[in-house]
């Protein structure tokens, strides 16, 4: 689940803020906690990265990851993500920031680096380091290709793709 530079143009109009500043594009990612995993939207300003929460997904999934192991990375189901993307892509940005106290913010001068590395099943590390820390997200090929372009834009020299 993608939009942005490849994904539907309708979204790209949107018009920016009083801040001038605007949602570009977005994808959906997840980060293993200690026990389960959060889902979040990544998404792409103009000055910084947004993460906003989706849902934490915990013990009750942990039986189905036990019993199948990594085949069960992509069976897992948020509800109510449909469409919230777009409707996100509609919103300013510190309304989006707004919506969840779980929800944050980093600015590409913050970031040291963003390398996403290919792994099994189709899907994607992405490491984002910053100054004071460090985030492993995963997610899937497709929507981080059809954002390929964006991200080389915003990042420049940060961002790195490994096979």
Not at 19 to 44: C, P
Not at 104 to 132: C, H, M, N
Request: hydrophobic content about 40%.
């Amino acid at each position: 689940m993608c939009w942005g530079s490849n994904g539907d143009s309708s979204l790209n109009d949107n018009a920016p803020g009083p801040s001038g500043e605007k949602v570009l594009g977005g994808l959906e990612v997840e980060t293993h906690l200690n026990v389960g995993s959060e889902h979040l939207f990544l998404l792409f300003t103009g000055n910084r990265m947004l993460f906003v929460h989706l849902a934490k997904v915990g013990k009750a999934s942990m039986t189905l990851s036990n019993l199948l192991g990594k085949f069960s990375s992509g069976l897992v189901r948020v509800p109510g993500k449909s469409g919230r993307l777009n409707e996100l892509a509609q919103m300013e940005p510190e309304t989006i920031l707004g919506l969840d106290p779980d929800n944050f913010w980093v600015e590409y001068g913050q970031v040291v680096s963003l390398s996403i590395e290919r792994g099994e099943w189709e899907r994607l590390k992405i490491t984002l380091v910053t100054a004071d820390t460090k985030f492993e997200l995963f997610g899937s090929l497709v929507p981080v290709e059809g954002l390929r372009d964006l991200m080389s834009s915003l990042l420049s020299d940060k961002l790195s793709f490994r096979s």
